[in-house]
T-cell receptor, first 115, second 114 residues
Framework: DTAVSQTPKYLVTQMGNDKSIKCEQN?????MYWYKQDSKKFLKIMFS???????INETVPNRFSPKSPDKAHLNLHINSLELGDSAVYFC??????????????FGPGTRLTVL | AQSVTQLDSQVPVFEEAPVELRCNYS??????LFWYVQYPNQGLQLLLK??????LVKGINGFEAEFNKSQTSFHLRKPSVHISDTAEYFC????????????FGTGTQLKVEL
C-alpha cells in the first residue's frame, strides 16, 4: 500500500491553463505539506496543512492554492500556469499536529511541464 | 531564519570505499536535523534524524551522522558504499517552534562507481 500517493505523475500543459495535483495519505497523519523541487533539485516548502487548517504559507504566488477536503487529502490548484512553474511537486505528511521533529513522508512527486 | 549548506554538489566514490557527505547549518535557535535520500525519479526517504540526546545517530542502509553543535555540522557517513547508494542526498533542518517546516540544503549527488 502506498503511504503517500500523488496523481498525476506527469502533467504537461500550456501556459495560461489551470491545473490540479492531488495528494492522499493513508497513514492517518494530521499534517500535510507541498514542496516544489526546481530543475536544480532545490526543494522548498510551499504550504502545510494541519487538520484542514493552513499552517505554513510561504512566499508563493497566489495562483497556487492548497485545498484540503479532509485530513487525508491535500490538493494543489494552480491557476494561469507560467513557464516558471515547471518543476516537480512533492506532497508529504507527518504524524502530529505541529509535531516538531516528526518525520515527513514524501509522495513520489508530480512532474509538471508548462509549454 | 535557518539555512543549510551542503558544500559538495557531487561526490564520486568507488564501491566499498567510505564516504562522508558534509552538511553545515545556521540557526539562532535550537534545530532538529535530518538526512533524506532521493533515488532517481522517486520521492524523498528519511535516512536518519537528530532530535536530542546522543550526538551519533544511526540510520537505515548503514548510514550514520554526527551532530556537532560547536561546528554546526551534521555530516553523513557510511564506512563502505554500494552501487545502490547512488542517489541525491539532502540535509535539512527544522527549528523549534517552526511548525515542522523543513529547510533543505542544495543536495549532494553521490555517485558510486565500480
Amino acid at each position: 500500500d502506498t503511504a503517500v500517493s500523488q496523481t498525476p505523475k506527469y502533467l504537461v500543459t500550456q501556459m495560461g491553463n489551470d491545473k490540479s495535483i492531488k495528494c492522499e495519505q493513508n497513514l492517518g497523519h494530521d499534517t500535510m505539506y507541498w514542496y516544489k523541487q526546481d530543475s536544480k533539485k532545490f526543494l522548498k516548502i510551499m504550504f502545510s496543512y494541519n487538520n484542514k487548517e493552513l499552517i505554513i504559507n510561504e512566499t508563493v504566488p497566489n495562483r497556487f492554492s492548497p485545498k484540503s477536503p479532509d485530513k487525508a487529502h491535500l490538493n494543489l490548484h494552480i491557476n494561469s500556469l507560467e513557464l516558471g512553474d515547471s518543476a516537480v511537486y512533492f506532497c508529504a505528511s507527518s504524524q502530529r499536529l505541529a509535531g516538531e521533529g516528526d518525520t515527513q513522508y514524501f509522495g513520489p512527486g508530480t512532474r509538471l511541464t508548462v509549454l | 531564519a535557518q539555512s543549510v549548506t551542503q558544500l559538495d554538489s557531487q561526490v564520486p566514490v568507488f564501491e566499498e570505499a567510505p564516504v562522508e557527505l558534509r552538511c553545515n547549518y545556521s540557526s539562532s535557535v535550537s534545530v532538529y536535523l535530518f538526512w533524506y535520500v532521493q533515488y532517481p525519479n522517486q520521492g524523498l526517504q528519511l535516512l536518519l534524524k537528530y532530535l536530542s540526546g546522543s550526538t551519533l545517530v544511526k540510520g537505515i542502509n548503514g548510514f550514520e551522522a554526527e551532530f556537532n553543535k560547536s561546528q554546526t555540522s551534521f555530516h553523513l557517513r557510511k564506512p563502505s558504499v554500494h552501487i545502490s547508494d547512488t542517489a541525491e542526498y539532502f540535509c535539512a533542518v527544522s527549528r523549534t517552534g517552526g511548525g515542522n517546516k523543513l529547510t533543505f540544503g542544495t543536495g549532494t549527488q553521490l555517485k558510486v562507481e565500480l
